[in-house]
């Protein structure tokens, strides 16, 4: 099966996002990736729930929101209402992630938990079992546009051995540096969904680029 492609619209022109939204529901790609980024987790700013509500009406693609934010647990809810389908929130921005993905389970909504480079998969293993998404951060989150850390890929790979081991069913999703080059590395080791930012909002012909991630 190939490997889903969901663009990430911190790429795209911020003052034209319907435009960006239609060029991806065009483009052949299932999800649609949302950074969210508190400027304290990440030294970075992004938008909030409103964003997420405002798009939500210009699509029927997965709304795949990545929390790149302390205390994610404040605003789950508000997000939960927008209408994001996944929520993921970062290991490292919190102290209880166990009951965090319960509540996300429970607002009926699929739960996501992300690791950034310098955190190995076995800080998560505990929480496999109540996860729908992991996010494998294959650069230091806060910005598109940077470079693919190769050993992240063995992060992917770890984690394909542990849900195969486990009889668990977790999606697993690489973001950070996937292009064109990069792509096939992180299929062979074993992603389910490939988010693209630069990549995507880079390419004139997306639809050949979601072609090309996808590796057909
Ligand atoms: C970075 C974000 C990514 C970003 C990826 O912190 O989480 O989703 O949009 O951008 P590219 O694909 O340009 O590396
Ligand atoms: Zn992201």
């Known amino acids: 099966m190939s490997c889903i492609i969901a663009p990430s619209v911190l790429a795209a022109d911020f003052s034209n996002?319907?435009?960006?939204?239609?060029?991806?529901?065009?483009?052949?790609?299932?999800?649609?990736?949302?950074?969210?980024?508190?400027?304290?987790?990440?030294?970075?700013?992004?938008?909030?729930?409103?964003m997420v509500a405002d798009l939500r009406p210009h699509t029927?693609?997965?709304?795949?929101?990545?929390?790149?934010?302390?205390?994610?647990?404040?605003?789950?809810?508000?997000?939960?209402?927008?209408?994001?389908?996944?929520?993921?929130?970062?290991?490292?921005a919190v102290v209880h992630s166990h009951r965090i993905l319960q509540f996300i389970r429970n607002?009926?909504?699929?739960?996501?938990?992300?690791?950034?480079?310098?955190?190995?998969?076995?800080?998560?293993?505990?929480?496999?079992?109540l996860v729908d998404l992991v996010l494998v951060m294959t650069?230091?989150?806060?910005?598109?546009?940077?470079?693919?850390?190769?050993?992240?890929?063995?992060?992917?790979?770890?984690l394909v051995l542990f849900r195969e081991k486990k009889g668990l069913s977790f999606l697993i999703s690489v973001d950070g540096g996937i292009n064109e080059a990069t792509a096939a590395g992180a299929r062979d080791a074993g992603v389910d969904v490939l988010v693209a930012g630069s990549a995507f909002f880079n390419a004139r012909d997306k639809k050949a680029l979601v072609s090309q991630l996808k590796g057909e």
């Open 139 to 158: 650069v230091n989150p806060g910005f598109g546009g940077q470079d693919l850390i190769p050993a992240c890929l063995e992060k992917v790979k770890k």
């Open 107 to 129: 607002l009926g909504k699929k739960t996501g938990i992300s690791i950034v480079p310098s955190t190995p998969v076995v800080m998560i293993e505990e929480l496999l079992p």
């Open 60 to 92: 029927s693609s997965v709304l795949d929101v990545h929390l790149m934010v302390y205390q994610p647990e404040d605003l789950i809810d508000e997000f939960a209402r927008a209408g994001a389908d996944y929520i993921t929130f970062h290991v490292e």
């Open 17 to 50: 996002l319907t435009a960006a939204v239609a060029d991806i529901n065009d483009s052949g790609a299932e999800w649609i990736h949302l950074d969210v980024m508190d400027g304290k987790f990440v030294p970075n700013l992004t938008f909030g729930p409103k």
